[in-house]
DNA sequence: CAGTGAGCGAGCTTCCGCTTGACTT
């Protein structure tokens, strides 16, 4: 038994550590927190000033007794959980699991894992700070306040079933979707002509040259931009200045969580959760240091180290020692920023994951190299007929820098500046020859979409939310269906293109493709319903800056300027009577958008919610006739939909015809469009509308699906809609939408398998549900 | 994966941050 237990959050930390401790030290890591509050009834006493119970949960149960067990055979146990306000709790949540005294414990941090830092820390031990403890338990408390008073007025007050939630995050992750989708909405195009002009000659050395230029600025209108060009009829151009300017470009700051999760999306089209997971396994394996930091700070001993690497691969002249500094005030930095922990390139098997750490390593190692050195040239032209002039301007890379390595991606793809190529060698008062002078329509565009990684970076930016936690958000919302993830598809838009040439001047329509989005983040009709509500009754916690504010008054706790509970009681009590407003007086929701009259049978047409979504509805349930109900698609929503929109779903179900003696229906079904063939369902492939396909595209389908369907179905009993198939992990029964497990011992072969005894399975697994697994049911007695 | 959608009421749901496995109907 070793002398001395450290504790640490992460078992892949403790690994490393306790190789640089040595054998006196035995390192043991707590996997995080290791207590919560108590899930029924808050979990907090409120009239008791707040009186946290906490509890430790069926999956920490395992991990606190053999830190109990260790904890009691050592001599001396060390606290080394992270240097933020969450370790110092779940160092203090230790010290009460294992009977320390949070008086006399030792308390060391590190900000990174390397020996000096490591050492250092053991030899500067500190004491447990409880008002750093304090300022977490009142975010905790805090969360779970919010969480747990708002979530239940969502079930009173929403008329349709869901298990809606609401919480500080994720409540303002989905408003700021909402809002941007509103915005996008209510976007007003509006188009300007931008002129261009390709000019030939020759250079100083008599070379033939060509080069383009841009005009004096935008035109409103085409007459505009035609009067312009008429204007340039039969004109004289000639250079009329030449500007040479340096410049230079810096390279980003080291990853952070945040900063990792935006450019492996853009770069690698990676989603956030994917980056985590991949970046865990980097971690894992000794790759890289941290994943889930807000820090930009890389230690000195990598430091050095990067700054060998440079010099050998690249030479003296590519290095420039830096420090970067966090702009973010909400960061703790309690580790490193993310960097390979040897600059030596790993070998790294999985492609996706090896692409990730490339990426890793090329932002670590661009972060300590020189700037790039650039020269831009700009050259005016004048034009002989009138007073404006046009500008050509060309850029050239003088020293490559940082840039020989990595180059950061930017958010806003289609307005990509070309790349600006050099200008040809030009001398002032040399004369031009225009070759085409072009007044282009260009159209102004609204802010896009968010993508997860860019919903991220505005989080962030807001403070709301912590590295540990912007991918499981990010998946909350779109699990609770507040938000979707999908492709826009583009729609076709003509513009017009004046072309003044030979000095004549022509004119003529193109078409483009505009508004395509991939992978980007829609509000669903229920998160707008939702936010909405939230809105209106809760506006003090829907304020973007309401977590900024907080955080302030989290700070002052942890200087010990103020009182834990007496913060949490200024907060309390106008937010309860907020909740308490809103259960008495607030109507219940039900989502609903008057469309107009359905001409055919004069009767009321509405866009609302229904148990299964966002629908149509022509006609009431007290009329006598019963009425008519669509599904909106999954593009369309209540909020926007048009009269002529919502008709045309009534189109479904279609009957296509015969295929094999049957009827082929086409409608939406709970999981998307469907075929339905001789009893049997098929699903449309994506591309296939369900409004417009015919029927020998969907016979295929049919024909193909229907064998393979037929291999995996070992017994339909039709009547009672029991099937047994075969799936990857063996036989099972299916009954309606729900699978049972065949039990090994029942039964010998699936094809055996009775009616009679597939209901005896049915009912047994009914009696005696499998065990579910990740978070354990409570309180469900035997 | 069926062509539903009201209303009633029982019984359920829910937060944010720290950490990884266990697990494949």
Request: aromatic content about 8%; hydrophobic content about 35%; glycine content about 4%.
């Amino acid at each position: 038994m070793a002398k001395n237990l450290v504790i640490v959050e992460s078992p892949a930390k403790a690994k490393t550590i306790e190789k640089i401790l040595g054998k006196d030290f035995e390192v043991k890591s707590c996997f995080g927190h290791i207590r919560d509050l108590e899930k029924d009834d808050m979990g907090i006493d409120i009239e008791n000033n707040f009186k946290p119970k906490y509890v430790i949960p069926d999956d920490k149960e395992k991990v606190v007794k053999e830190l109990k067990k260790l904890a009691k055979d050592t001599d001396e146990v060390w606290l080394a959980t992270d240097e933020d306000r969450e370790g110092e709790a779940i160092s203090w949540h230790l010290c009460e699991v294992l009977n320390l005294d949070p008086k006399t414990t030792k308390r060391i941090v590190f900000h990174e894992i390397t020996k000096p830092a490591i050492e250092n820390a053991v030899q500067h031990p500190r004491k447990l700070d409880m008002d750093r403890v304090n300022a977490q338990q009142a975010r905790r408390i805090l969360d779970r306040i919010v969480g747990f008073e708002i979530s239940p007025v969502l079930w009173r007050k929403m008329s349709m079933r869901n298990s809606l939630s609401a919480g500080r995050v994720q409540s303002v992750a989905v408003r700021l979707i909402v809002e941007r989708e509103r915005e996008i909405n209510a976007f007003q195009t509006v188009s300007t002509f931008k002129v261009e002009a390709w000019f030939t000659g020759k250079d100083i050395n008599g070379k033939s040259i060509s080069f383009k230029a841009e005009g004096p600025g935008k035109f409103k209108t085409a007459e505009d931009a035609e009067k312009f060009l008429q204007e340039c009829v039969g004109a004289a151009y000639t250079v009329k200045d030449i500007q040479v300017k340096p410049g230079k470009k810096s390279p980003a700051a080291p990853f952070t969580t945040s900063t990792l999760q935006q450019e492996a999306s853009r770069k690698l089209g990676y989603s956030v959760s994917k980056t985590m997971l991949l970046a865990q396994k980097l971690y894992e394996s000794g790759n890289i240091t941290y994943m889930r930091t807000d820090s930009v700070n890389l230690s000195d001993t990598a430091i050095t180290e990067i700054e060998k690497a440079i010099k050998a691969s690249f030479g003296e002249k590519y290095h420039q020692h830096r420090k970067f500094k966090n702009k973010n005030e909400s960061a703790q930095e309690a580790h490193e920023a993310i960097r390979p922990t040897y600059m030596e390139n790993a070998t790294v098997e999985d492609s996706d994951t090896r692409k990730l750490y490339e990426l890793i390593w090329k932002r670590t190692i661009a972060s300590q190299m020189a700037d790039a050195e650039l020269e831009k040239t700009i050259a005016k032209i004048d034009i002989s007929t009138n007073h404006d002039e046009l500008t050509a301007s060309g850029e050239v890379l003088k020293f490559d820098g940082f840039l020989k390595v990595y180059l950061e991606g930017h958010d806003d793809e289609d307005e990509t500046e070309e790349q600006e190529g050099s200008l040809p060698p030009l001398a002032v008062k040399q004369s031009l020859d225009l070759r085409e002078m072009k007044a282009t329509e260009r159209f102004s565009r609204p802010a896009p979409r968010y993508t997860e990684a860019s919903l991220v970076k505005k989080l962030e930016e807001l403070g709301i939310g912590r590295p540990s936690t912007y991918a499981p958000t990010i998946t909350t919302i779109q699990k609770r269906n507040y938000v979707e993830k999908r492709d826009k598809e583009g729609v076709k838009r003509d513009f017009r293109i004046l072309i003044l040439k030979a000095d004549k001047i022509s004119k003529l329509t193109e078409a483009e493709n505009t508004g395509a989005e991939k992978s980007k983040l829609f509000p669903t009709d229920l998160g707008m319903i939702v936010t909405d509500f939230l809105n209106q009754y809760f506006n003090n916690v829907m304020d973007y800056g309401f977590t900024a504010k907080i955080e302030e008054e989290f700070d002052e706790i942890a200087s010990g300027k103020k009182v834990w509970n007496k913060m949490l009681k200024e907060f309390y009590s106008p937010f309860h009577k907020d909740v308490e407003n809103t259960l008495e007086n607030a109507e219940r929701v039900k989502g609903e958008r008057p469309l107009g009259v359905d001409a055919a049978s004069g009767k009321p047409v509405v866009a609302r919610m229904g148990r299964y979504g966002p629908m149509i509805q022509i006609g009431s349930v007290e009329d006598e006739e019963k009425p008519r109900f669509a599904k909106l698609k999954a593009t369309q929503s209540i909020e926007t939909i048009s009269m002529e929109e919502a008709m045309e779903l009534f189109k479904l179900p279609r009957n296509l015809g015969l295929f094999e003696g049957t009827d082929v229906i086409i409608n939406i079904g709970r999981f998307g469009p469907y075929a339905q063939h001789d009893k049997k369902f098929y699903s449309l492939k994506k591309e296939m509308d369900p409004y417009t396909v015919e029927l020998d595209e969907v016979a295929p389908l049919i024909a193909e699906k229907r064998t393979a369907k037929d291999e995996r179905t070992i017994k339909i009993f039709e009547k009672e809609k029991i099937q047994i198939l075969k799936g990857p992990y063996g036989p099972y029964i299916k009954q309606g939408l729900k699978n049972y497990k065949i039990p090994k011992e029942k039964i010998e072969t699936a094809a055996d398998i009775t009616l009679e005894e597939a209901k005896a399975i049915i009912e047994d697994v009914k009696a005696n549900p499998p065990k579910k697994k990740a978070p354990p049911r409570k309180k469900k007695a035997e």
